[in-house]
């Protein structure tokens, strides 16, 4: 199993949002949580391309990198907050039954701080492998995420799932041949493999071993 981390294991949207609306505020850009959905999944520069575009302003790229490394520090300093109460007790239990029916488990993000967010709220060594912002050079949808998540399990696209709650998460799931889980705003997306109202769901969809 593949699991994608904000969103899915723990929900960083509000502290996303608060990085990126203190980036726009002094763009002088107009910034709402419905904007702010439209970055799920999406990599750090992807997302000023979008923010900047909201407000149609042109910087330049050196000017680019200073406001996506001001972002991330605003953000790393929110993720202060995080502690091993912000993973709820559903994704704690449905864990907990994955590893005891012998599944591998992995994370697959886009992000550059998932190591660091999994260290906050205790997860990190729930998992066999690590794919993320670190290690890869395309994101979401490109499928490169979880290949390389596969690839650390030492399994092929189609001996694994993913777990995702974005929609260019499942587009990049069923790109790179994998059959996809998907919960909140994935959930809706036509083509993914299976729904989810919650996380500990996704059990029932799979066979004993």
Not at 69 to 74: G, M, R, S, V, W
Not at 139 to 167: H, I, M, N, W, Y
């Amino acid at each position: 199993m593949i699991f994608d981390l904000d969103g899915v294991l723990v929900h960083t949207d509000e502290l996303h949002y608060q990085a990126w609306s203190a980036i726009a505020e002094r763009l002088g850009i107009a910034f709402t949580r419905r904007d702010n959905d439209r970055l799920r999944g999406v990599s750090r520069a992807d997302s000023l391309e979008i923010v900047l575009s909201l407000g149609m302003t042109e910087v330049s790229a050196v000017e680019k990198e200073v406001l996506a490394d001001e972002k991330n520090a605003i953000y790393r300093q929110l993720l202060d907050r995080l502690t091993p109460r912000d993973v709820a007790p559903d994704v704690l239990a449905t864990l907990d039954e994955l590893q005891g029916r012998g599944l591998r488990l992995a994370i697959g993000s886009s992000s550059r701080n998932a190591k660091v967010i999994l260290d906050r709220i205790g997860l990190r060594d729930r998992f066999d492998a690590i794919s993320d912002g670190e290690n890869i050079t395309r994101s979401k949808p490109d499928p490169e995420v979880f290949l390389r998540a596969a690839q650390f399990l030492a399994l092929t696209p189609g001996r694994c799932a993913v777990v995702e709650d974005a929609r260019a998460g499942v587009d990049a799931a069923l790109a790179g041949g994998f059959s996809c889980f998907g919960i909140g705003d994935a959930a809706e997306h036509p083509r993914v493999t299976w729904r989810l109202e919650k996380l500990s769901e996704m059990l029932e969809h799979l066979t004993d071993r």
